[in-house]
């Protein structure tokens, strides 16, 4: 059991470019909170643009993720760890990405609109819902990718190469 769960550790560790990853989407989240201050009508374009951006980077993260770590996950699989242990592994290592990107894109957003504006004119309903679906949904796609990936593995050819 211990060396599964240090196999599950090594396989959750970042990579080199998982900081790119993580400052781009903060970006992201910063621009996000820029067009929400300026109430205009193309404002629900702006945002979903920049969800789909959050989407491409997460997915892009998991997808060199598994095929980089491809033969760890081969030995994890026939160590006996399920494929839904890895699944949500994958779920909680984006989740806690995105979340930790987008809390951090809102927060310098905020004190830069703060700093050239004065004041914030965000409705807290309006951003909530808005980060909720920036977090949640590039999280449970990649999610999903990640648990698909894992159940249609060929374990013997994946540890061959």
């Not at 980077?57 to 026939?78: I, P, Q, S």
């Not at 290592?93 to 894109?105: A, H, I, M, P």
């Amino acid at each position: 059991m211990v060396r599964k769960l240090l196999l599950l550790k090594l396989f959750i560790k970042p990579q080199r470019h998982t900081p790119y990853s993580f400052v781009t989407a903060t970006v992201l989240a910063t621009v996000l909170m820029m067009v929400l201050s300026h109430n205009s009508a193309g404002i629900f374009t702006v945002t979903a643009i920049v969800i789909l951006a959050i989407l491409s980077l997460t997915m892009n993260e998991v997808l060199v993720g598994l095929m980089n770590r491809r033969r760890d996950v081969a030995v994890l699989l026939a160590l006996g760890v399920r494929g839904r242990t890895l699944g949500l592994a994958l779920v909680g290592k984006t989740l806690l990405q995105n979340s930790l990107s987008c809390l951090l894109g809102v927060a310098s957003g905020y004190l830069l609109l703060i700093y050239y504006v004065g004041s914030v004119a965000i409705s807290p309903s309006l951003l909530t819902v808005l980060l909720s679906a920036a977090i949640l949904v590039p999280t449970l796609l990649a999610g999903t990718y990640g648990l698909a990936y894992t159940f249609r593995l060929n374990i013997p050819e994946a540890l061959r190469q």
